[in-house]
């Protein structure tokens, strides 16, 4: 069988998504052409994904491509796409905060890197974002390890925990922190109904509205949200504004968009019980207008710069007695994810120095995929 035919290919878990991990010097440089192989190794678009290696969610519909950085001061980097399954496209346009944290054990198991026990840090330039993001990845006997006492919601058991630095992630996509320069705006949809939203572009841009304005708890749960088509369009129409406002083409995939609100307990997947008291903000995320079932890496970053910022809808929503800490727990679906940003006020503007948080990894199988 020709090389034209096959391609090599890893299957990793980043968090709590699930992608196809390929080396850049595999595949060509045309970006039309690396879209046509994408879609036939994940077979899109299908909604069952059936004659290929997508999961038929977003979550699991994800690639990562790894190679030598072109950027200075970076050991590798890394080229995100998410793979439509409803039509024949990929956005290469966003980033993936938990696909990242499968990226350097990726990066080390592939002998990319040099991997040193018991801890190897791996600086990565993210294409994507034209930004910088360090992974603290645990190594034993040279490869990525995998087992650990960690925990994050969404995926069951533990893994080793793998830490992502975010430098500097403001601006991602459209350059400003604020893109409209404004920490909140009001807007008015076609019917006439009025909403304040923060757009705010911090690892991923995301447009931010209260869930009360929605009429809604916060405490929704993915089943409920998705088979509400009316709540789907709004949430639609709002987030089209949110890419109007920040200057970007229509595009399906940017911005993302979430509704908060101030924490309450509730129970989420699985049956998880999460105690008010556990979290700094309530939050859901969309994307293709299904709620994640958990929560976004790089969404978190956006959520926990928003917290920081004051005037905007989550900064006005977190719970007030810890408004001063540079952790955020974001209570998501799935249960609890912890969040921090390094946050400084200069010449009157708040600058995000940092974003961060942990998640685990785990190579589940690594061989070729046939085209």
């Not at 054990?105 to 990565?124: C, Q, W």
């Not at 089943?223 to 083409?249: C, H, P, V, Y």
């Not at 019980?273 to 309530?282: F, P, Q, R």
Request: proline share 5%.
């Amino acid at each position: 069988m020709s090389e034209t035919e096959m391609l090599r290919c890893a299957i990793y878990r980043g968090g709590t998504s699930k992608g196809v991990m390929l080396r850049e010097n595999d595949l060509p440089k045309d970006e039309e052409a690396r879209t046509k192989i994408l879609l036939r190794i994940f077979g899109s678009p299908d909604l069952k994904q059936i004659d290929g290696l997508g999961g038929a969610t977003m979550q699991t519909s994800k690639a990562m491509v790894v190679g030598p950085s072109a950027a200075p001061n970076a050991d590798i980097q890394m080229t995100f796409a998410q793979i439509s399954l409803k039509d024949a496209s990929v956005d290469w346009s966003s980033v993936c905060g938990n696909m990242t944290s499968a990226v350097a054990p990726f990066a080390i198991n592939e002998g990319m890197v040099r991997a040193t026990e018991p801890l190897t840090s791996v600086r990565i330039y993210s294409v994507n974002a034209d930004k910088y993001v360090t992974a603290h990845v645990p190594v034993k006997h040279g490869k990525a390890a995998s087992e650990g006492d960690f925990e994050i919601p969404g995926v069951p058991g533990t893994g080793a925990r793998i830490d992502l630095d975010w430098m500097d992630p403001a601006g991602s996509i459209t350059g400003k922190l604020l893109p409209t320069g404004h920490p909140r705006d009001e807007v008015t949809l076609k019917d006439g109904r009025r909403f304040a939203i923060s757009i705010v572009d911090a690892g991923n841009l995301t447009v931010f509205c209260s869930a009360a304005e929605l009429g809604l708890c916060g405490t929704e749960l993915p089943a409920e949200f998705d088979a509400n088509k009316q709540l789907q369009t709004t949430i639609e129409e709002l987030r089209s504004i949110g890419g109007e406002l920040s200057g970007l083409a229509a595009n399906p995939g940017m911005p993302k968009i979430g509704y908060v609100a101030t924490p309450v307990g509730y129970t989420g997947l699985g049956g998880r019980k999460v105690a008010a008291e556990d979290m700094d903000i309530l939050a859901r995320l969309m994307s293709a207008q299904l709620m994640h079932k958990s929560y976004m890496g790089a969404g978190a970053v956006c959520t926990s710069a928003a917290a920081a910022i004051e005037g905007t809808v989550v900064n006005a929503l977190r719970a007030r007695a810890t408004c001063d800490s540079e952790m955020v727990r974001i209570g998501h679906p799935a249960g609890v994810m912890d969040s921090k940003v390094i946050a400084r006020r200069e010449n009157g503007e708040t600058v995000i120095e940092s974003g961060s948080f942990a998640r685990t990894a785990r190579r589940i199988m690594e061989g070729f995929a046939f085209l």
